[in-house]
T-cell receptor, first 112, second 116 residues
Framework: GDSVTQMEGPVTLSEEAFLTINCTYT??????LFWYVQYPGEGLQLLLK?????DKGSNKGFEATYRKETTSFHLEKGSVQVSDSAVFFC???????????FGSGTKLNVKP | EAQVTQNPRYLITVTGKKLTVTCSQN?????MSWYRQDPGLGLRQIYY???????DKGDVPEGYKVSRKEKRNFPLILESPSPNQTSLYFC???????????????FGPGTRLTVT
């Protein structure tokens, strides 16, 4: 069945460091891929998405590219800030838009 | 303000005492869903609804019921809660397929449930 696997955390970085959070998926067909962010005490917010192979989603300095050949959707940011500290979830949605599958989440701590 | 609301935000109850967590959205979304979030397991889908009177099971439906009598509301019912249902619950909604954004979910703030 469909599933998402993402790197375990927590990830601790200093401000202005480069961020990569790995995400790989298993799915039939061509799913849409997402990164959601959860700030402390809040619900999830859509950060970015990509709907087909080689698409790049981007938002707030974060980027992720839909790689069908490696079934990956790694999240990157060139220079993290303290305000980026949150839990990040990779997710997929099959082509029929009914069920959604989430990874286990990766907590990011950014220190000044 | 466009939003998904959940009530209550926090609930402590005892085993076997029926409870309902309400979810309401004001965006005229067709799709609604319930998730539970547990450490190390991420979010797991409990039930979802593609439209009024249409509901279907997610990955972890056991012990839960839902109903979708109106487009804006999607309550989650625990008929006989057990301690293994202690979790953080999220409701979400998404636009129709015709909008081209049917895969973009909007999440509520969460309900932390403790069953003793």
């Amino acid at each position: 069945g469909d599933s998402v696997t993402q790197m375990e955390g927590p990830v601790t970085l200093s401000e202005e460091a480069f961020l990569t959070i790995n995400c790989t998926y298993t799915a039939t067909g061509y799913p849409s891929l997402f990164w959601y962010v959860q700030y402390p005490g809040e619900g999830l917010q859509l950060l970015l998405k990509a709907t087909k192979a080689d698409d790049k989603g981007s938002n707030k300095g974060f980027e992720a590219t839909y790689r069908k050949e490696t079934t990956s959707f790694h999240l990157e940011k060139g220079s993290v800030q303290v305000s980026d500290s949150a839990v990040f979830f990779c997710a997929l949605c099959p082509y029929n838009f009914n069920k959604f599958y989430f990874g286990s989440g990766t907590k990011l701590n950014v220190k000044p | 303000e466009a939003q998904v609301t959940q009530n209550p935000r926090y609930l402590i109850t005892v085993t076997g005492k029926k409870l309902t967590v309400t979810c309401s959205q004001n965006m005229n979304h067709e799709y609604m869903s319930w998730y539970r979030q547990d450490p190390g397991l991420g979010l797991r889908q409990i039930y979802y609804s593609m439209n009024v009177e249409v509901t279907d099971k997610g990955d972890v439906p056991e012990g839960y019921k839902v109903s979708r009598k109106e487009k804006r509301n999607f309550p989650l019912i625990l008929e006989s809660p057990s301690p293994n249902q202690t979790s953080l619950y999220f409701c979400a909604s998404a636009p129709s397929r015709e909008s081209g954004r049917a895969d973009e979910q909007y999440f509520g703030p969460g309900t932390r449930l403790t069953v003793t």
